[in-house]
């Protein structure tokens, strides 16, 4: 990366830890991918100065920071953006200006991740089930982590439009006895009881406390990655018992979207919940529930999925933005 007229940054910014790459113009591969915590840097603008001194740059032309969040419209000169889960507030003019940049994208992470999708590298997309699927189709991309992310892919002649949606807040749609008093006891606690109150880290835990309301044991464990160790290394039969109806549950949201995207191409899991407990969710009811669509059967049989790997699938969308007209 020695010319510097070409160089490109891309960020992917979470609460916690911010990633940064760079790329050239026109190209996605990443290099010198470095991983910065939030904590240490006062706003946005000073954990790039520190990423460009460590890889020993001084300008970049163009920037793309993938972003946990609401995205204030690019054409509003005045625009704002303030991290939801960290003490990071930033105005988009101000960032041009003080780097001289041609250009400055702000995107959703999920977004991100969506745009990323299809530049992973194929060893790191685990098939889950379906057929080979059709790539002129749609693609959905959905994930369970701090909130459950839902974006698309609708092709175009020569590329991508990605579908910015908020539907992990869909309306969780219970389908038995148990579902209902699931959503009985969430209701009390949260009022209207959306999908994501159930399909993320913390949904985990609101999901292992309502069975054991039902059961009428005693819930000793008190965090998601406590009930996914228990259900995979000890055995515990209330933790698994969550686990397998947590992605069951998964499944049948994923199809739902499926069906509503018209995703032949293909339904991408992402985040990083999944690949914690690979193994157990390739043996979960996740593909019947994924496939049980009744008349629509057949469609969902042959509609691939994969586990997306890539840990850095958010950077890969953010240089994919770069190069999109159809992202601002």
């Not at 913390?202 to 996914?228: C, M, R, W």
Request: glycine share 10%; with cysteine; proline share 5%.
């Amino acid at each position: 990366m020695t010319d510097q007229a070409a160089v490109e940054l891309v960020g992917d910014i979470g609460g916690t830890n911010a990633r940064f790459a760079l790329t050239r113009e026109g190209d996605v591969h990443l290099h010198a991918i470095e991983v910065l915590p939030c904590g240490e840097f006062d706003n946005l603008d000073s954990a790039i100065k520190a990423y460009m001194q460590k890889v020993g740059i001084d300008r970049v032309k163009d920037v793309c920071l993938a972003v946990a969040g609401p995205v204030p419209s690019a054409k509003d000169p005045d625009a704002q953006f303030r991290m939801t889960n960290n003490h990071w507030r930033f105005g988009l003019q101000a960032i041009r200006e003080q780097f001289e940049l041609r250009s400055f994208k702000l995107i959703n992470d999920f977004t991100a991740m969506a745009l990323g999708v299809p530049n992973v590298a194929q060893d790191q997309l685990i098939h889950v089930c379906g057929g080979p699927g059709d790539e002129n189709r749609a693609k959905l991309v959905i994930g369970p982590g701090t909130g459950l992310g839902v974006s698309g892919l609708v092709p175009i002649h020569d590329g991508w439009v990605p579908l910015m949606t908020e539907g992990g807040h869909v309306d969780f749609a219970p389908t038995d006895e148990t579902e209902i008093r699931i959503l009985q006891i969430l209701k009390a606690r949260f009022g209207r009881v959306s999908v994501e109150r159930i399909l993320c880290g913390q949904g985990i835990l609101n999901l292992y406390q309502a069975h054991a309301e039902i059961q009428g044991v005693s819930a000793p464990l008190d965090a998601p990655e406590k009930i996914t160790t228990a259900a995979i290394k000890d055995g515990d039969a209330l933790a698994r018992h969550t686990l397998r109806h947590f992605c069951e549950i998964l499944g049948r949201t994923a199809g739902n979207a499926a069906l509503t995207v018209g995703s032949l191409g293909g339904v991408y899991l992402c985040g990083g919940i999944l690949p914690k407990f690979l193994e157990f969710f390739l043996e979960s009811p996740f593909q019947a529930a994924f496939e049980d669509k009744g008349r629509m059967r057949p469609l969902m049989e042959a509609t691939p999925v994969h586990i997306v790997m890539e840990p850095y699938t958010g950077l890969l969308g953010a240089a994919e933005a770069l190069r999109n007209r159809e992202v601002e």
